[in-house]
């Protein structure tokens, strides 16, 4: 029964879009301690002696892909219960090797977030200085940026891509209850850094059915993006986009690490795409408009 409740609550966070809490990771034991325990005496019973079998083994693993793995907020839950004494054992790289196999079927195979279903990649556009996050669109620039488009030069503006999947991140959500973004405990992506070599960090706004991106510091507790024709909105519910897992445990498929990457958050990273593209820029057949954008800058810059 405390497996369903984790699932249901695994669901809500991630194939509904509900997100987690950016506090609550801190006192996931704390909240939902009851089914951390009952899960894990399960494993523990399946995996001590004289009931080790294959089969106890293929169902300890079964429990370990649906639960404990299925973030990092539950795994560190698992390992600080009381008496989880088979918790190292449960994220040895050998257990883990043996996960990779099995990893995304089950519970884990609903659980993508769909902001980066169809569109699985960043763009940043960095002009004058100023950065701003979008995924498959230029940047909705206010009527000051938008005025001077045409007359940029490229050493005022540059372009760079992340490649990721719909597994890779969780949101974090940041709203009145929660209080204001705290990075301590998360891996959040990293944006890059604005005034005064400040991090900044990729955030999401939900409206309707849209959904906006933009930048947000650490201790913000509102953000302020730009919807369709340049115009400002400030809010104070928002989602900081952060690894999924701990960077030990991601599991390939992820971009690997290149000799130009920028700004990395754990596997992910940043590569130059315009206006000279990364001798290592990404060969993925989900960058579907690459040549489309990559022609119109050139056009647009004449370059």
């Excluded at 519970?107 to 556009?125: A, K």
């Excluded at 955030?203 to 340049?230: K, N």
Aim: charged letters at 25%.
């Amino acid at each position: 029964m405390d497996l369903y409740r984790i699932t249901e609550y695994t669901l809500r966070t991630y194939h509904h879009g509900k997100g987690i809490p950016h506090k609550e990771p801190k006192s996931v034991f704390e909240n939902h301690g009851r089914w951390v325990v009952s899960v894990l005496k399960m494993v523990q019973e399946l995996l001590t002696f004289p009931f080790i079998t294959s089969e106890n083994e293929a169902l300890a693993e079964f429990f370990t892909v649906n639960s404990i793995n299925i973030d990092r907020y539950w795994k560190h839950a698992f390992l600080n219960a009381p008496n989880a004494n088979h918790g190292v054992l449960l994220f040895t790289e050998e257990f883990r090797n043996r996960q990779r196999a099995v990893f995304r079927n089950g519970l884990y195979e609903s659980t993508r977030t769909h902001l980066f279903e169809r569109v699985p990649y960043l763009r940043r556009y960095t002009i004058h200085g100023e950065i701003y996050i979008t995924s498959d669109g230029l940047p909705e620039t206010p009527d000051i940026f938008s005025n001077m488009f045409l007359e940029l030069q490229s050493s005022d503006f540059s372009v760079d891509t992340m490649l990721l999947d719909g597994y890779s991140l969780v949101c974090l959500r940041v709203d009145r209850d929660t209080g204001p973004f705290d990075v301590s405990g998360h891996y959040p992506i990293l944006a890059g850094y604005g005034w005064r070599g400040k991090p900044l960090y990729v955030a999401a706004v939900r409206s309707d059915f849209s959904w906006y991106l933009t930048c947000v510091p650490d201790g913000a507790s509102a953000v302020t993006y730009l919807d369709e024709i340049g115009e400002p909105h400030t809010v104070n519910e928002f989602f900081v986009l952060a690894l999924r897992q701990d960077p030990v445990d991601c599991v390939p498929p992820y971009p690997p690490t290149r000799q130009g990457a920028m700004d990395p958050t754990g596997p992910l990273s940043w590569l130059r795409f315009w206006p000279s593209k990364d001798p290592e820029y990404y060969e993925d057949v989900r960058l579907t408009d690459d040549r489309i954008l990559e022609s119109f800058l050139n056009e647009t810059f004449r370059c």
